[in-house]
Structure formats: structure tokens, C-alpha cells
């Protein structure tokens, strides 16, 4: 158990130490801040931004890092997954680093969930810190007393703050399940844009599928078919169904995604 936390620690403060992470990290905390400073220039149109959680904006600071990372799950955060799940394979295969790891007496199956902790570490990491920046920018900016939902209510502070946990665990977790299809990518290439390319491009299909309904019967497979649920979140009560079926999809996607990242490896050359 002690080697086993001496490599979960080891892999996090590798990703940690590369330059790209910590560039995207700095990139990721801007958003909320100018989706923050965005409204609050915009002004005036109190209740009247848009549709959805647009139109409670004005005035609703804490609603800024729920607004946020619903947008950014859309394609900003499958791409931060697929760069890390890209360097955790296909990346160490360029660098030749990959190949003394498979030799080494370390379960291969070890390793891939060495590589799956550090992915869901750092997607945890981005994503509080877009909830943090976004709930700091968005009260700064705009102002807060509670949390408005979606159903006309106000929350306390204090709820508020447990609605952006909630909404922080159901996103990092779609952002894993995403990345762990990218690993099963990452592991039978060695090439870290090939990775990247081809967990985006389903994505974006995966996207425009969902938009023709003669593919009704395809949609409860897709599994951006349940990011719009989770927006559920923002209501009072929370009804749990579309959160749950969601979160079991994308659970679906981490399996199949870890069962062939562990297949590949399982069966890889040295």
C-alpha cells in the first residue's frame, strides 16, 4: 500500500512539474473570470440574459461556476482529459519511457490505474479550481446574496456552496470517464495528438448526433447525451433522475474505457 501511494504520489506531481498542465490550469482559471467580467460589463439587463441559468446571471454571482464548467464540459474539458490521458501513454511511448515501465516487476494493470489516479487527481484539481475562480470572479463581479435556481427559489450561502460541490463531483467525474476512453486511445498509439484528435472528434459527432431525433434510439448511448441533465443541480428540489442516468452512463464509458486501456496493455509488446 505505501509503494502503491508513493506512485499515485509520484505520478500526480509528474503532471504536476510539465509545463502544459500548469499553462492549461492558468487557462482553465481564466474562464469564469471572463464569463464573469463578460456579464458584469454587459449589464442592466437584470433576469434577462437568456435562456437556462443565463437568465439568473445578473446579480447570482455563485451561479458563475456552475455556468462555467456546463460550458466548458462541452469541449474545453474532454480536451484538457484527452492532453492528460495522451501524455499518461501514447506520450511516455514517444519518449521511450513507456517501454521500461511495461518491463519493470509492476502489474501493467497497476500501472494503468497509477495512470487513471493521476488523470482523475488533475481533472479534480482543474475543475475545483474553475468552481473556486469562478465563485470569487462571479461575486466580485456581479455580486451574490444566495444562490437563485432554476425553479425561482434562493438558497442560503452555505447551499449554494454544497450545489457547486455536488456539481464539481458529477463534471470531474464525466471528465474521467472521457478520459479513460482517451487512455484506451492513448495505449495503442504512440503518437499524443492522435489521442487528442480522436477523443475530440467523437465528442464533437457524439454532439451532432444528438441533435437529429430520427436518432432517438442512438441518444441514451451518447454519453454527452446526459451533460444537459446535470444542469438539474440548479433546481429545487434536485430531481436526481437525468443526475443519475448521466452519471451511470458516463460510468459505463470508464469501464469499457479502463477494460480496453487494460486489455492493450495486458497484451503490449515490451
Not at 455563485?62 to 462541452?74: A, D, H, R, Y
Not at 464509458?253 to 509488446?269: C, E, F, S
Amino acid at each position: 500500500m505505501t509503494m502503491l501511494t508513493r506512485q499515485f504520489g509520484s505520478e500526480v506531481r509528474w503532471m504536476l512539474r510539465r509545463p502544459r498542465t500548469l499553462i492549461g490550469l492558468f487557462g482553465l482559471a481564466l474562464v469564469p473570470i471572463i464569463i464573469s467580467f463578460g456579464i458584469w460589463t454587459a449589464g442592466g439587463d437584470e433576469g434577462g440574459g437568456g435562456p437556462g441559468l443565463a437568465a439568473i446571471l445578473q446579480g447570482n454571482g455563485m451561479v458563475v461556476p456552475i455556468f462555467t464548467l456546463f460550458l466548458s464540459l462541452n469541449l474545453l474539458l474532454p480536451l484538457v482529459a484527452s492532453i492528460w490521458a495522451a501524455d499518461g501513454l501514447a506520450g511516455e511511448a514517444q519518449h521511450g519511457t513507456l517501454r521500461g515501465l511495461l518491463v519493470a516487476p509492476v502489474s501493467r494493470v497497476r500501472l494503468l490505474f497509477v495512470k487513471l489516479f493521476g488523470l482523475t487527481a488533475m481533472s479534480l484539481v482543474a475543475v475545483t479550481l474553475m468552481a473556486v475562480v469562478g465563485i470569487i470572479a462571479g461575486t466580485a463581479f456581479l455580486g451574490t446574496d444566495g444562490m437563485m435556481t432554476l425553479s425561482g427559489t434562493t438558497l442560503s450561502t452555505a447551499d449554494g456552496l454544497l450545489r457547486i460541490a455536488l456539481f464539481v463531483v458529477l463534471v470531474t467525474f464525466q471528465m474521467v470517464s472521457i478520459g479513460a476512453v482517451a487512455l484506451a486511445v492513448s495505449s495503442a498509439t504512440e503518437h499524443p495528438l492522435v489521442v487528442q484528435a480522436a477523443t475530440m472528434t467523437t465528442i464533437i459527432v457524439f454532439q451532432v448526433l444528438g441533435q437529429f431525433s430520427s436518432l432517438d434510439w442512438l441518444h441514451p448511448f451518447l454519453i454527452t447525451t446526459g451533460f444537459p441533465g446535470l444542469i438539474d443541480v440548479m433546481r429545487d428540489p434536485i430531481p436526481l433522475d437525468q443526475i443519475w442516468d448521466s452519471t451511470l452512463l458516463a460510468g459505463c464509458y470508464l469501464l469499457i474505457g479502463t477494460g480496453l486501456a487494460a486489455i492493450r496493455l495486458i497484451t503490449k509488446d515490451n
